[in-house]
């Protein structure tokens, strides 16, 4: 009995082991845990790689997985920059890769109305292998390793984030090829296709297009400069009715103009490089998000009466009948430079449309743009009488002008909430120094002050503007430790281990938190031993009072406040605390005892 029962048992042992084994080539290979690839609050997206077969041709899927929202660009010419767009690259000593196959992209429209190609939710690119290299020229390998490359810039309908770089990792089972897995999706065309623009008929798409442009010039950006100017206009004009109407044609003119350099833009991309002029795609750049929410603060601080704007005489013309048609057609052209970038939904939606037409109709179309902005003026200018009409000027002028420096504020806030997470704070910070600056520049000169005292002023206010823009506007470096979040499990784990644990306890509030990171955290040489030492790095994030690090600090580590950092090592039951902020040295040294992992 005992005989048999041994004999049953390793026929069942030899039938899981064989099995097994077959499971895992049936394959090629068992596929790899998922990379995550990026992650913003619920968003997320992961790659992983399986050995497949499309179309009978044997390669490598690259399985991404993640939440819809969270997109990768597609195409170069739509990325929010040159290189951001999401790229597949295979490599390996034992196989040759073609190029990645990509599915066909969908259409995001972001929060500026402009579309954009993306890949967003589950998706997957096959890269195909089309060479295999064996030991000689006459053998053929089994199984061979090979790595995938997957970079880009993911985002999503709020915030883009910073560009990554992944590398994924195999070893797949060639002598298996024939048994992998079948797949099939609908690829991106071959060549670039031009994103057409809404179904609108002619005549509706050129009205929205001249309702775009009379849009513009309640914009709040303008709102600023819009009295002077058109006052600037009439003035010149008081010689008679015929020269008013000649200066409202040049001041129209300069706005046409302007909207004319827009058009000459998009026929060149489209006729050299096969592109389009997307409206909207300038509010992808930090930076020009960042200036334009500066710009913004700035005339706000205009309409609170902090200081004032004049035109300079260059444009303004104000001498010399010459000088007063060129003045004219500049302060034209200023005004729409000024209107466009607080425009949103109407001017995005004819834009477009004007971009999926033929060259001439969406020349046009865009012209048609600009001659609605330039109506009002001319009618305006035209017939000065109507000013007559206005409200009289009293209290209620300076409070709506004030009014509108808040709404002003609004739409900055709403540009700084668009920034990558990084620079926010940055951007907030340099808004405050500039107010200040805008503020010596305006408040503390009279037109009495002298002329020595009044340069003295301004040159010490531009010179803080800009020491403060060195310092708070370039990018925020990159993290040279790799952060975990605050994990007591984990923590746990790593001690039990033999494993030394460093914690860093900061609050976003912490402004010596940030000085410990900028004077400690971003040494390369500490951080260097981080990694050497085989350190888990945890950065336990106080800034709410629930959670779980700011649970901890108080309750388990006992500690009053922060910024604080803690250091497990192995052997020893009671860690090193650091409440100091200059202590570079001291943990240099004791990172330095610890072994290599």
Request: hydrophobic share 50%; glycine share 8%.
């Amino acid at each position: 009995m005992r005989e048999k029962s041994a004999a049953i048992f390793w026929v069942v042992l030899v039938f899981a082991v064989t099995g097994g084994a077959w499971s895992e080539n049936a394959s090629g290979s068992a596929s790899t845990a998922s990379v995550e690839l990026a992650r913003y609050e619920k968003e997320f997206s992961s790659a992983r790689i399986e050995p497949a077969r499309m179309d009978g041709q044997s390669g490598v899927a690259v399985i991404f997985e993640g939440t819809d929202d969270l997109h990768y660009y597609a195409k170069p010419e739509t990325a929010s920059a040159a290189g951001f767009e999401l790229k597949v690259e295979a490599k390996s000593d034992d196989f040759g890769f073609g190029e990645a196959v990509f599915p066909k992209w969908e259409i995001f429209t972001d929060s500026v109305g402009s579309k954009v190609e993306v890949y967003a939710g589950n998706f997957t690119v096959f890269v195909p292998i089309i060479a295999v290299r064996g030991p000689t020229k006459t053998t053929v390998i089994e199984e061979g390793d090979l790595e995938v490359k997957i970079s880009g810039q993911a985002c999503t309908s709020v915030i883009c984030l910073r560009p990554f770089e992944k590398t994924l990792r195999a070893k797949i089972d060639w002598s298996q090829s024939d048994s992998w897995k079948e797949i099939s999706f609908k690829t991106a065309p071959d060549e670039d296709e031009i994103i057409k623009g809404p179904s609108y008929s002619v005549w509706f798409a050129l009205g929205l297009a001249l309702l775009a442009g009379l849009s513009l010039n309640i914009m709040p950006c303008v709102w600023p400069v819009l009295p002077l100017i058109v006052m600037r206009i009439v003035e010149q004009a008081k010689a008679g009715r015929r020269q008013s109407i000649v200066m409202g044609l040049a001041f129209c003119l300069g706005i046409l103009l302007f909207f004319a350099c827009l058009a000459g833009a998009n026929i060149i991309l489209q006729v050299f490089y096969g592109t389009v002029l997307q409206w909207g795609g300038q509010f992808r750049s930090p930076v020009f998000v960042a200036v334009m929410a500066l710009l913004l603060v700035v005339l706000a601080l205009f309409m609170f009466g902090v200081f004032t704007i004049t035109v300079p005489s260059l444009i303004a013309g104000k001498s010399g009948s010459g000088k007063g048609y060129p003045g004219a057609v500049g302060m034209g052209f200023l005004a729409a430079i000024l209107s466009t970038p607080c425009s949103f939904a109407i001017l995005a939606a004819a834009f477009a449309w004007a971009q999926g037409q033929p060259l001439p109709l969406g020349t046009f179309a865009i012209m048609v743009i600009g001659i609605g902005m330039a109506v009002p003026y001319a009618i305006l200018t035209s017939m000065p009488g109507l000013l007559n009409r206005l409200p009289r000027a009293g209290r209620w002028m300076q409070l709506f002008k004030q009014g509108i420096g808040f709404v002003l504020l609004i739409i900055a806030v709403k540009l700084v909430a668009a920034l990558p997470e990084a620079r926010r704070m940055s951007v907030l910070y340099f808004a405050v120094v500039l107010g200040f600056c805008v503020w010596m520049w305006g408040g503390w000169v009279t037109y009495n002050t002298k002329l020595s005292r009044k340069w003295l002023i301004r040159i010490i206010a531009v010179v803080l503007a800009v020491t403060a823009g060195w310092a708070f506007l370039p990018a925020p470096p990159e993290e040279l430790i790799q952060w975990q979040k605050y994990d007591a499990a984990a923590i746990e784990t790593a001690r039990a281990e033999g494993r030394p644990v460093l914690i860093k306890f900061t609050a976003d509030w912490c402004w010596n938190c940030e000085v410990v990171d900028k004077i400690v955290y971003r040494r390369k040489d500490i951080a260097k031993l981080i990694e050497q030492k085989g350190v888990l790095a945890i950065k336990a994030d106080t800034t709410l009072a629930d959670y779980p690090a700011t649970i901890a600090l108080k309750n388990k580590y006992d500690e009053p406040g922060v910024p604080v950092s803690i250091l497990y090592i192995p052997g020893q039951q009671e860690p090193m605390r650091f409440h100091e902020i200059f202590f570079a040295k001291k943990l240099k040294k004791l990172l330095k005892k610890l072994p290599s992992k």
